[in-house]
C-alpha cells in the first residue's frame, strides 16, 4: 500500500523544495498538492470594501491556485510522477491539517514558509502550528 503525502505550495521558493524534495525521495508515493486560499488575506488590500471585490478575490485566488498546480505538475513531470491537487478555504495551517485528518494522509511535507517580512512576524509561521497540531509526521523543508 502507498503512503499518501500531502505537500501545501503557496508559490515560494520553499514550498518548491518540499515538492523536489517529496519527489525525490518518495517518487512511488500517492502525492496531493494543496493550496489554501486564506480569506484574512483579502482584509490587507485597500479594495476590501468595493462591491463585488470579495468574489473577484476568491476568482483571482482560484485562479492563482491552478497556476501554482500546473507550475507543479509540470516539477513533477520531470520525475514521472502524476499529483491530485485540491484547493481549500481557511487559515492555511488549520486548513492544511484539517484536510489531513479527513483524508488519511500518512505525512505533511511542507517548507518552511511562504511568507515574509511583516506579515510572517504578524501572523506566525503556518509551518510551526501545523508541526504542533498535525497527528501525522510532518517533514519541514528549508
Known sequence: MSK???VPVDGSEQSEKALEHVLTEF????VTVINVIDPIDVGYTSTVGMPGYSEEWYEESTENAETLFEEA???ADEYGVTLSTT???????QAIVEYAEENDFDQIVM?????????RILL?????TVVRRSPMPVTVVR
Do not use: F, Y
Open 87 to 93: 484547493t481549500e478555504l481557511g487559515r492555511p495551517s
Open 124 to 128: 506566525g509561521s503556518v509551518a510551526e
Open 73 to 75: 505538475q509540470e516539477t
Open 4 to 6: 499518501r503525502i500531502l
Open 111 to 119: 517548507g518552511s514558509h511562504g511568507r515574509s517580512g511583516v506579515s
Open 27 to 30: 517518487p512511488d508515493e500517492d
